[in-house]
Nanobody, 126 residues
Framework: EVQLVESGGALVQAGESLRLSCAAS?????????IAWFRQAPGKEREGLSC????????HYADSVKGRFTISINNAKNMVYLQMNSLKPEDAAVYYC??????????????????WGQGTQVTVSS
């Protein structure tokens, strides 16, 4: 069974950095997959942030986080990370990891992904 588990959420001050992790399990070894990060703040729609493919390492970023956030992958550990720098109060949200096996494209459309984690809370104080 495919599972995605996020971790690393915390309470931080504006300007600080934080790294989120997404542990993937249940994917067929050797089969490429795509992983993306989303976030959702109270009262707001889900927002796609970044995605990466295991096949070639291609990445894509939303304008809202471009230049501040970096997605990376450790294929040997089946781990995907989101490094978040220069955090702002506007970044506070529940952050989700999403995945799709076999078909890898750099898209932030939620409907593309069929596996989702439970979310991890990020709070940024001023």
């Amino acid at each position: 069974e495919v599972q995605l588990v996020e971790s690393g959420g915390a309470l931080v001050q504006a300007g600080e950095s934080l790294r989120l992790s997404c542990a993937a399990s249940g994917f067929t070894d050797g089969v490429p997959y795509a992983i993306a990060w989303f976030r959702q703040a109270p009262g707001k729609e889900r927002e796609g942030l970044s995605c990466i493919g295991t096949n070639d390492g291609s990445t894509h970023y939303a304008d809202s986080v471009k230049g501040r956030f970096t997605i990376s992958i450790n294929n040997a550990k089946n781990m995907v990370y989101l490094q978040m720098n220069s955090l702002k109060p506007e970044d506070a949200a529940v952050y989700y990891c999403a995945g799709r096996m076999g078909i890898v494209v750099t898209t932030l459309a939620p409907s593309f992904y069929d596996y989702w984690g439970q979310g991890t809370q990020v709070t940024v104080s001023s």
